[in-house]
């Protein structure tokens, strides 16, 4: 299950919820897309292979946020 508010995108799972934010629609360096040209080079067979990087207005990682709270057995200290 999915849910979208704007640049945010809330990923539900059943033990956590994956949010990610998109790329600025605004931002000056990737036009909204996410992704910078960094440079090019040519291929074998002569097309241009455009190398792109993540724009700094984009975290496609994310975060998570676990929902359910682990047992007590697994946080304790082992000393
Ligand atoms: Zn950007």
């Known amino acids: ?18 949010i990610t934010r998109g790329p600025n629609p605004d931002c000056r360096h990737c ?5 910078i ?5 040519m291929t074998d067979s002569g097309d241009i292979d455009y ?10 990682a994310g975060f998570r946020i ?6 007590r057995r697994n946080q304790a200290v082992p000393f």
Do not use: F, K
């Open 1 to 18: 299950m999915t849910i979208r508010l704007g640049r945010w995108t809330a990923e539900l799972y059943q033990r956590a919820i994956y």
């Open 31 to 35: 036009r909204g897309e996410g992704g």
């Open 37 to 41: 040209e960094v440079g090019h080079r």
């Open 51 to 60: 190398d792109t990087d993540v724009c700094g207005c984009w975290d496609p």
């Open 66 to 71: 676990p929902l359910w709270r682990r047992s």
